[in-house]
């Protein structure tokens, strides 16, 4: 059984920094490019962030670009999203998932894999 199980998240004031860990279990996890997303109340789940397991690249979204910096470790089967400079906008549940590519990192429909999501809450 696969599981992604993501830690970090809480409370944090703006300005601040978070950072998200994502464990896997149960896949291949070097062949899995992991991506980042976040849904907030009301709206729509987005992706932010993904580090390929192809080619070893990160992608971002605009959103996030300049202060979040996404790693893994695959020797420990863990990812993580490093973020910076905390926004009240960025108030949301945020989610890892896996799957073979980055492409489709605005189509969190696409992926395969998903965890139980972490709260991130950013106070003004």
């Known amino acids: 059984e696969v599981q992604l199980v993501e830690s970090g998240g809480g409370l944090v004031q703006a300005g601040g920094s978070l950072r998200l860990s994502c464990a896997a279990s149960g896949l291949s996890f070097d062949d899995y490019s992991i991506g980042w997303f976040r849904q907030a109340p009301g709206k729509e789940r987005e992706g932010l962030s993904c580090?390929?397991?192809?080619?070893?690249?990160?992608y971002y979204t605009e959103s996030v670009k300049g202060r979040s910096t996404v790693s893994r470790d695959n020797a420990k089967n863990t990812a993580s999203l490093q973020m910076n400079d905390l926004k009240p906008g960025d108030t949301a549940v945020y989610y890892c998932?896996?799957?073979?590519?980055?492409?489709?990192?605005?189509?969190?429909?696409?992926?395969?894999?998903w965890g139980q999501g972490t709260q991130v809450t950013v106070s003004s």
């Open positions: 998932a896996a799957d073979l590519s980055c492409d489709y990192m605005d189509s969190p429909s696409i992926w395969t894999f």
């Open positions: 580090f390929s397991s192809r080619d070893g690249r990160t």
